[in-house]
C-alpha cells in the first residue's frame, strides 16, 4: 500500500499507539489526517491535521469522524478504528453496566466503523486497521474481559474476509502490551505484562507492515515466536500464563 497523499482517520489518536502512528504519518508527503479522541490537547499543530473532540463509545461519535473527513479530506483511504481501553482486575460479581461499556467501545465500535467506512468508500478502494490484541491469542490472568473484547475482533476480521474483494481492507493490529498510560487508566500500580513495546516501535512497524500489505500485523518478534511455539511445546505459554497469574495475585494483595 502506497502511504504517501492518503486521507488518513486515527481514532484515539491523542496519546498511545494512535499518536505515535500519526506522528509517523504526518513525515509522509501529501497525508492529511483527521485526528479523533474525547481530547486532542496532544496532537501536533499543522495545516495537514484537523482534530475531531468525540465520544467513539457509540455509532455517533463514528458517524461524526466519517462525515468530519468528508468534509476536511474528501473522504478516507486509511481509518485507524484504534479508540478503545483496557481493563485490569481479577473477574469479579456481575456488573453489566461495565461489560457493556468495554463491549461497546471496544468490539462494537470497531465493527461498526469498519462498516461506516466501507459504506464511505462506495466501492473504492479502502483500509481499516482495527487495533486488536496479542492478548486475542494468548489470554492472560487479569485480562478476561478485555482479551474477549480483542478475541471477538479477531473473529471478525476473519469472518468478514471472505467476502471482501481485497482482504487486506480490513487489518488487524495486535500489539503487546504498549507501555503507555492505556493499560493503566491512571493508576500507576497497574502492571504492564511481560514483554512490552514503545508506542513508537509499534507505529514504525506498523508503516512497515502496511505497506507490504499484511494483513494481520504483529508487531512483536518475541510473540510471534511464542505464537509458533504453542503448537509444539504448548506449556511454554502455561508456563507464562502461570507467571501473569501470580503478578495479578501479588497486585491484588497490595491493592
Known amino acids: 500500500m502506497k502511504l504517501e497523499g492518503l486521507r488518513v482517520v486515527i481514532t484515539g489518536a491523542n496519546s498511545g499507539i494512535g499518536l505515535a ?20 490537547d496532544q496532537i501536533p499543530v499543522r495545516p495537514t491535521i484537523e482534530t475531531l473532540v468525540a465520544d467513539l463509545s457509540d455509532a455517533s461519535g463514528t458517524d461524526a469522524a466519517v462525515e468530519a473527513a468528508r468534509t476536511f479530506m474528501g473522504g478516507i483511504d486509511l481509518y485507524f478504528a484504534n479508540a478503545g481501553y483496557a481493563h485490569y482486575e481479577e473477574l469479579g460479581g456481575p ?4 461489560l457493556r461499556k468495554i463491549y461497546q467501545t471496544n468490539v462494537l465500535t470497531a465493527m461498526y466503523s469498519f462498516q461506516k467506512v466501507r459504506e464511505s468508500a462506495a466501492g473504492a ?37 471472505f467476502g471482501l474483494a481485497d482482504p487486506c481492507s480490513l487489518t488487524l493490529l495486535n500489539p503487546i502490551a504498549t507501555r503507555t498510560a492505556f493499560f493503566q487508566h491512571g493508576t500507576s500500580t497497574v502492571p504492564t ?41 504448548p506449556f511454554v505459554p502455561k508456563l507464562y500464563q502461570l507467571r501473569q497469574q501470580a503478578v495479578l495475585s501479588r497486585w491484588l494483595h497490595r491493592s
Open 21 to 40: 502512528i500519526l506522528r509517523e504519518l504526518t513525515a509522509l508527503p501529501g497525508t492529511r489526517i483527521l485526528a479523533v479522541d474525547l481530547r486532542v
Open 95 to 98: 456488573d453489566w453496566e461495565k
Open 125 to 161: 478502494p479502502f483500509r481499516v486497521v482495527l487495533t486488536a490484541s496479542a492478548m486475542a491469542y494468548l489470554p492472560i490472568p487479569g485480562y478476561a474481559v478485555y482479551g474477549a473484547t480483542k478475541a471477538s475482533l479477531v473473529s471478525f476480521a476473519e469472518s468478514a474476509r
Open 193 to 233: 505484562p511481560f514483554p512490552s513495546q514503545l508506542p513508537e516501535q509499534v507505529a514504525r512497524h506498523v508503516v512497515r507492515a502496511l505497506r507490504r500489505d499484511t494483513k494481520d500485523i504483529f508487531p512483536s518478534f518475541l510473540f510471534r515466536i511464542m505464537l509458533a511455539l504453542r503448537s509444539v511445546l
